[in-house]
């Protein structure tokens, strides 16, 4: 079992820099496991963000690519997302998860308890 | 981008009852990489299936998942009370990595 913990700020102001940190315990970020945020809206569906593998390579959603970063903090074992430019359709519960992925299946088996992020002026 | 479309949007059943519930691709998808996922009020989501038919550690065997290409389908036997949720598939089979709307499952 894999535990994850996301933080942020709660309320971010239109065109400012959202950054979120997935505190994982029980595992490293830079071994054995590859990271996935997924974001959702207010009483709507799930959006993949993006990806992170534990070597530290990601990949974006291409709706999303121009404005975020993915990245892993080995020493503090966290991964952090960052997506720039919000704007109030960035509003939304950020979810961290752990991702299994390979030439056979894949899957999120352990999420994050999720952080509403608000964007508001 | 694969679009998965999930129906219906709302199930309303009663306790006992089969749920089947739909999710269609709009192009072939790779049943290895088909997922359901279970959500509850203020709750992540919840791994159910993966590879459109296995059960996750710890998912009762009233839930079962089928389906190939475009067509898959998640059924729940002798539904309980605490199968009241939002449903969600997702597929992993191309380079964007997309989410059905879900299907809402109301037990009378």
């Known amino acids: 079992q894999v535990h994850l913990q996301e933080s942020g700020p709660g309320l971010v102001k239109p065109s400012e820099t959202l950054s979120l940190t997935c505190v994982v315990s029980?595992?490293?970020?830079?071994?054995?496991?590859?990271w996935g945020w997924i974001r959702q809206a207010p009483g709507g569906g799930l959006e993949w963000m993006g990806n992170?593998?534990?070597?530290?390579?990601?990949n974006y959603s291409p709706s999303l690519r121009s404005r975020v970063t993915m990245s892993l903090n080995a020493s503090k074992n966290q991964v952090t997302l960052r997506l720039t430019s919000v704007t109030a359709s960035d509003t939304a519960i950020y979810y961290c998860?752990?991702?299994?992925?390979?030439?056979?299946?894949?899957?999120?088996?352990?999420w994050g308890q999720g952080t509403l992020v608000t964007v508001s002026s | 981008e694969v679009v998965l479309r999930q129906s219906p949007d709302t199930l309303s059943l009663s306790p006992g009852q089969k749920a089947t519930l739909s999710c269609r691709a709009s192009?072939?998808?790779?049943?290895?990489?088909l997922v359901w996922y279970q959500q509850k009020p203020g709750q992540a989501p919840r791994l159910l299936i993966y590879?459109?038919?296995s059960r996750a550690t710890g998912v009762s065997d009233r839930f079962s998942g089928s389906g190939s290409e475009t067509d898959f389908t998640l059924t729940i036997a002798r539904l309980e009370p605490e199968d009241s949720a939002v449903y969600f598939c997702?597929?992993?089979?191309?380079?964007?990595?997309?989410f059905g709307q879900g299907t809402k499952v109301e037990i009378k």
């Open positions: 997702q597929q992993f089979g191309y380079s964007v990595w997309t």
């Open positions: 998860a752990t991702l299994h992925y390979d030439i056979l299946t894949g899957y999120c088996p352990y």
């Open positions: 192009q072939s998808v790779s049943s290895n990489y």
């Open positions: 029980t595992a490293s970020v830079d071994s054995g496991h590859n």
């Open positions: 992170i593998h534990n070597s530290g390579t990601a």
């Open positions: 590879g459109a038919s």
